[in-house]
Nanobody, 127 residues
Framework: QVQLVESGGGLVQAGDSLRLSCEVS????????MGWFRQAPGKEREFVAV????????DYTDSVKGRFTISRDSAKNAVYLQMNSMKPEDTAVYYC????????????????????WGQGTQVTVSA
């Protein structure tokens, strides 16, 4: 089993920055591609960002490209989401997820490809 614990959410103003963290335990961290998803009130959960097992590749949803950066630290068994120039539409519960199903340099964006999920952390951006 893999356990994921997110932290770093909170209330910020538009234009501010926030850094989410996800600590991973239970299995070899390098064996998983890591993703971030979010779910706003009344909406379905959506893909935000993913980083490959090796850290060599990443992908983002169009609405966050140029503003958000995903990274991973193998020494700390953690993945991060740096969010800059935040907008009210970024308000959501953010979830960390892990998948062992793909190659070291590959990324996947579909939520059903992910086996393990954290409990989520709330991010609220005021106008």
């Amino acid at each position: 089993q893999v356990q994921l614990v997110e932290s770093g959410g909170g209330l910020v103003q538009a234009g501010d920055s926030l850094r989410l963290s996800c600590e991973v335990s239970g299995r070899t961290f390098s064996g998983y591609a890591m993703g971030w998803f979010r779910q706003a009130p009344g909406k379905e959960r959506e893909f935000v960002a993913v980083i490959s097992r090796s850290g060599s590749a990443a992908d983002y949803t169009d609405s966050v490209k140029g503003r958000f950066t995903i990274s991973r630290d193998s020494a700390k068994n953690a993945v991060y989401l740096q969010m800059n120039s935040m907008k009210p539409e970024d308000t959501a519960v953010y979830y960390c997820a892990a998948t062992p199903l793909i190659g070291r340099g590959a990324v996947v964006t579909g939520q059903y490809e992910y086996n393990y999920w954290g409990q989520g952390t709330q991010v609220t951006v005021s106008a």
